[in-house]
């Protein structure tokens, strides 16, 4: 099953760097320019990763709603930092586990989206483990 990811950004820069890494790292992308038709979205259906614009307003009410969402849905968020102290807490109550300085560099996005990666197939190929019972005959 390949591994999913959502880009919440109006920025044309941005996504089309990011749409070109993930697309490198075989990761389907979604984009949505509206944080509310993301939270929308991610409320119905969840994705692997998630990237937000934290300039674009109406993320601050996304990041909010982010961890309710992780008990339905499997958003890892990354988020896009615009700079400021505000940003910085925001990443902290979000719970996000990366972020990048704005503008993104091609560099910057590969090296921070395959780490990403890598923990999310980890977090993947343990969930699908199943115990094994051994019985000697």
Same mark, same amino acid.
């Not at 591994?3 to 950004?9: A, E, F, K, N, Q």
């Not at 944080?35 to 990237?51: E, F, K, Y």
């Not at 958003?75 to 300085?101: H, I, N, T, W």
């Given at each position: 099953?390949? =591994?999913? %990811?959502?880009?919440? %950004?109006? $920025?044309? &820069?941005?996504?089309? !760097?990011?749409?070109?890494?993930? *697309?490198?790292? &075989? ?8 944080? &509310?038709?993301? =939270?929308?979205?991610? %409320?119905?259906?969840?994705? $692997? +990763?998630?990237?937000?614009?934290? /300039?674009?307003?109406?993320?601050? #009410? ?5 961890? *309710?969402?992780?008990?339905? +849905?499997? +958003?890892?968020? @990354? !988020?896009?930092?615009?700079? *400021?102290?505000?940003?910085?807490? $925001?990443? #902290? ?7 990048? $300085?704005?503008? !993104?560099?091609? #560099?910057?996005? @590969?090296?921070?989206? %395959?780490? +990403?990666? /890598?923990?999310?197939? /980890? ?11 051994? &019985?000697?005959?």
């Amino acid at each position: 099953m390949p =591994l999913s %990811s959502m880009v919440v %950004s109006r $920025d044309w &820069q941005e996504v089309s !760097v990011l749409e070109c890494i993930l *697309g490198s790292l &075989q990761m389907n992308v979604t984009i949505e320019r509206e944080p &509310q038709r993301a =939270l929308s979205r991610l %409320s119905r259906s969840g994705v $692997d +990763a998630l990237i937000v614009d934290c /300039d674009l307003n109406g993320t601050l #009410e996304l990041l909010r709603e982010i961890p *309710g969402l992780r008990k339905h +849905a499997k +958003a890892l968020p @990354l !988020v896009l930092m615009g700079g *400021g102290s505000r940003q910085a807490q $925001d990443l #902290e109550k979000s719970g996000a586990l990366f972020a990048f $300085d704005k503008p !993104v560099s091609a #560099e910057q996005a @590969l090296r921070t989206l %395959s780490a +990403a990666r /890598d923990l999310i197939v /980890d977090g993947r190929n343990r969930q699908g483990r199943a115990a094994v019972q051994y &019985q000697h005959r």
